[in-house]
Nanobody, 118 residues
Framework: QVQLVESGGGLVQAGGSLRLSCAAS????????MGWFRQAPGKERERVAT????????YYKDSVKGRFTISRDNAKNTVSLQMNSLKPEDTAVYYC???????????WGQGTQVTVSS
């Protein structure tokens, strides 16, 4: 089993910044990567960013490139998401997850709400 705890969300004006953090515990020893996802009301959950443990290489959804930065602390099994120049369309519940070699885990944390006002 995997436990994921997200934090750092809040209400911010457009153009502002937030930093999200995620702590993973449990059966994460086979994890290859961690990622951030988000789900806005009435929409599908979408992957926003990914970072691979071994190489540090990253993936970003096109709409957040240049504004969001994912980073990791391997020793602590944590990952952060620095979000700058936030837009109202970034409003969503943000979740983290771990990639376990064959796919993203079935475990999800409670998420953290990010609300960007215009």
């Amino acid at each position: 089993q995997v436990q994921l705890v997200e934090s750092g969300g809040g209400l911010v004006q457009a153009g502002g910044s937030l930093r999200l953090s995620c702590a993973a515990s449990g059966r994460t020893f086979s994890s290859n990567a961690m990622g951030w996802f988000r789900q806005a009301p009435g929409k599908e959950r979408e992957r926003v960013a990914t970072i691979w443990w071994s190489t540090g290489s990253t993936y970003y959804k096109d709409s957040v490139k240049g504004r969001f930065t994912i980073s990791r602390d391997n020793a602590k099994n944590t990952v952060s998401l620095q979000m700058n120049s936030l837009k109202p369309e970034d409003t969503a519940v943000y979740y983290c997850n771990v990639y376990l070699g064959t796919g993203w885990s079935d475990y999800w944390g409670q998420g953290t709400q990010v609300t960007v006002s215009s």
